[in-house]
C-alpha cells in the first residue's frame, strides 16, 4: 500500500468546489483546507507505486488546480501497520 500527503493550491473562492471534486477521485480524501490561501491537504491511497506516482498528475488535470505536489510518500509492506 502507498500512501501519499499532497499538498494542492487552488483559487480560494473554488476551495469547496475542488475540495468536492478531489473526494471524487478514487483513494482520494480530503484532510484539511485553508479558505484564507486556497491550500488542501490530500492523502491518496494507490495500490502500488505508479498509481501513486500518477496520482498528483491526475489532480492537476483537475479543473481551476494550480499546483499539486506530493510532499510525504509512504509505503508499507503487507501485514505492516501504516
Do not use: W
Request: glycine share 6%; hydrophobic share 45%.
Amino acid at each position: 500500500m502507498n500512501l501519499s500527503g499532497i499538498l494542492v493550491v487552488v483559487p480560494p473562492e473554488r476551495l469547496a468546489e475542488c475540495a468536492a471534486d478531489l473526494a471524487t477521485l478514487p483513494g482520494v480524501e480530503v484532510h484539511h483546507t485553508d479558505p484564507a490561501t486556497g491550500r488542501l491537504i490530500v492523502v491518496q491511497e494507490a495500490p502500488e507505486a505508479a498509481a501513486e506516482r500518477a496520482g498528483p498528475a491526475a489532480i492537476k488535470a483537475r479543473p481551476h488546480v494550480r499546483l499539486a505536489e506530493m510532499v510525504n510518500p509512504y509505503f508499507a509492506t503487507e501485514g505492516e501497520e501504516p
